[in-house]
């Protein structure tokens, strides 16, 4: 039971058989089809060979069939993963060299390796840091850059850069370049995988095909597409009139590779390796969640993490590059019915028999209509609507995400997602270190407390009640002092404050040191220091501070019995006089 | 009053005059004379001249005067920035060389711009970041480096090394070169500092002297022991026995000097500036604080970010090197009776003074002496009695103390600081990512709901309450997903799903994206979603994103009120039996 938790295949291989089988079967040919010109189009995205695509879509997806907890998520080459692979391996070598190569079998190792130590100590939870706005505000930038990239093999010209502003100042000085076949093959190809994405499957239904297998037609487009082109570079002898095409293609099983042991390289891409990996993750389970969601199956993140980094590893050995679970692959999967991973497998072993037969078939495929491909693709990554509802909603997401897709868009992936996630965080401890507190009155002729501010209530000068609406830490410890020494400077005749800690989960060393200031220094202006509400445990670790003793006034069960008890004590130090008086009608000495 | 704002003494300067003068006068002088053999031991603890300790006691001092909030606070170069300097700028020169020198301005310059900077953005809760474990974790590391350190100067050997392990070994290795002479005044003048600490002060109690002057007079302490071992040396001619003396120290004002403007120095210095900077600020804003808290003066933390910066600055341009305020001299003035920081620039006229007269005198003064001055100094600083507090504590808060504690003497000051910040951060971000939350029923003829766990409560299968005790952020998100399906998978009967959002102050984008996700799932499962006691802002965020016209069930003023309508609404769906009865019964449609 307990292996069963690592290697889930024990779990979903008991009772395989039968039905499951032909639905798993009939999705897996399916996403194949898809899979073939995606994963040639990708590697090619990424600066590489375009084999390495079909290399990265097999066996990494058995490797996370035997440890991930999705059944139906498609793990193999993304877009975006492949840009951030492009410009992590570019900083160190020539793209399509064979130094960049080994850059990213390096680069998949060490993803391999830090989503697998991630799942082991259970650090899912970093993935948070990525919030929803700048995962959002990434992918959109991603998506721009991409397809703008792209916009160089659809003209038949150079360009380069990671940003736009270089990607667009490259294009525009090459665009006389243009070769005209290319641009013909390029924007035929784009615009039919367009229509076949919005029309095609409107078009099935209209001449009566049912919805679903409507849709799963339409996911075959791009091998149409591939297909058609190829047969107009052979007919029209386009090779020779410059348009670039994919060329020999080795008929080959994936080879076994051995990442590079270099400290100085493993360093200067540990940082890359950890954002593609943490991207990865967090797009990879939000797809693997949704999916599961549809049928009360359960994802568990920190399995996800050890799966997703099993698929890299075997990426590293076996000539592949970073690999995550797809979300367009993974719906095909989903829609197309598979059940268990065992349509991964499948998948994997149709990739294989594309790389050692198909791929002869391949060589005269224009690289145009890759692009096409990928254009088409990543389009549908870019949301601008989001954003809208962001501006509306909340202006410190907004300002996250915008932050995130600016630096992006003009300096790179890398710097984007460390720009979203530092803001995010900056905003979010801001937000800490000044947490919800209000001066609270008693509601008249209820024991309910309520904000000064916002309620007609009952008051006395000479005590003052603080409601603190949050924990208590390191972050906020500070205002907390600032605050209540500035309230008491502002009340010249209070002579008790009640802090109600009904909202106080938890009160940490730094919050604890800052109360006993507090505590001390109300002491000295003869300002009596109260609690109400305690929670249990937090009741508790005063207690094991010592600090219950070194408190001038009490604690007390409710606000009401506080506000009560200490009005008459109040009272009656107005009747006594003497300093010993006062703390004696106190009750404290 | 805008102006007053930045420039501090316009307010205090109004009215000045008699008595305060006085006060000022007299604290001016034994501060003056406390920091003289101060000044020149922290330059040498730094790696620098003796004179630099001087200059940077002059200028600086009133630069805070001018802009500075606190009354009492006395800036001037204090060990453990000393030792941070030595750090950072050992790592671009070799101590004592111009270029060290240069790099020492160049920190100065960098740390007063950050602080500046950070003040007019009002960045001050930046500091926050520095937990009360870490800083004091960092102290006491420092001070067992810096003690350890100087046992080379009282030897009379060499010794090198930032962390404990390289000192250590260092000074084992020399110790065989110890010079008699050196060792015997430094043990001597060290006991002799050590006394003067602890037992000075009661005995001149016991001759009858009050026990304020007998404070301050035990406070010149060191200018004594400075006098006596100068005569011994000169007496005894032990500079030709091999003892190390100060030697000769330029007689001038604080030379005018300009910072190198060298983009590559400055990008190498920038972090240590950085840490170096907040270090100092967190120090001294709490010291400030507790000596303004005896007087009921504020302290305005943002405004002192910029009295700091000015102060470094100054330090940048006369010659000094990275300054603070520091907790001794400030205690002394305080306790001496300064009233304003007319005080500081008094103190600052004796120690230009000094420079310019009465440096002949310190040519013999052995640095043997000064090392123990300095060893008395900061082994106030290490203090085991909070490491074990916190222990008992918090484990949590005790992990980032000692992670602290460990990576300073075993590594360094500045991985040291690090290591603790980015501990206390992911501990933070860690139990930030897993919110407090609790499944709560009614209390038996009462209104109040409370944990499940904790109370005998009513519940009903058909219904779930989980009250979530913290606003809702990226950090959270997730969790929250995944707590709420586990507990619909559950509860298989479950119709309807109640958040109590009593506690929840605020809900983010990525928060409110999960929200919506939440929603949707549960639509699918046929299970209603219901919100009760959503605060007045969390609602209008709400409505603004148009989220409660997607909510399959209503928002509920009171958890009460949701409750017993909610399980009226299960009761006649237990009647009715179709879908769209069912919904009707909940009359949602």
Known sequence: MKLARYLTILEWGRGYGGVTLTNDLVAAAIVTIMLIPQSLAYAMLAGLPPEIGLYASILPIIAYALFGTSRALAVGPVAVISLMTLTAASAVAAPGSAEFIAATLVLALLSGLILIVMG????????????????????????????????????????????????????????????????AIGVIATGFLFWVRKGLKPMLVGFGLAARPADLVAKAGPIVAVALSILAVIAFDLEAKGVKVVGDIPQSLPPFTVPLFDAELWQRLAVPALLLSIIGFVESVSVAQTLAAKKRQRIVPDQELIGLGAANVAAAFSGGYPVTGGFARSVVNFDAGAETPAAGAFTAVGILLAALFLTPLLASLP????????????????????????????????????????????????????????????????????????????????????????????????????????????????????????????????????????????????????????????ADAGVCLHLSEVKGPVMDALERAHFLHELTGRVWLSQNEAFEAVLEIANREEETQTPTDLWMARGLI
């Open 367 to 522: 690289i145009a209509t890759l692009a096409g491909t990928i254009i088409v693709a990543v389009l549908s990554l870019v949301d601008f609507k989001t954003p809208r509802a962001i501006w509306h909603y909340s202006k410190a997401d907004f300002a996250a995400m915008a932050a995130t897709i600016a630096v992006t868009l003009l300096i790179g992936v890398e710097p984007g997602v460390m720009a979203g996630v530092g803001l995010s965080l900056a905003l979010f401890l801001w937000r800490a270190s000044r947490p919800h507190a209000a001066i609270v009155g008693r509601v008249p002729e209820t024991e309910h407390f309520r904000n000064v501010k916002r309620h007609k209530v009952f008051t006395d000068p000479r005590i003052l009640t603080i409601r603190i609406d949050e924990s208590l830490t390191y972050l906020n410890a500070r205002w907390l002092e600032e605050f209540v020494l500035e309230e008491i400077a502002a009340h010249p005749k209070l002579k008790h404050l009640i802090l109600m800690a009904s909202a106080v989960n938890a009160i940490d060393a730094s919050a604890l040191e800052s109360i006993e200031a507090i505590n001390h220094r109300m």
């Open 120 to 183: 082991v100590l259970r650090l899912g939870f970093l993935a948070n840091l990525l919030s929803h706005p700048v995962v959002s505000g990434f992918i959109t930038a991603s998506g721009i850059i991409i397809a703008t990239s792209q916009l160089k093999s659809l003209l038949g010209i150079k360009a380069s850069g990671e940003a736009l502003p270089e990607l667009v100042t490259t294009l525009i000085e090459n665009a006389k370049d243009t070769n005209p076949y290319t641009l």
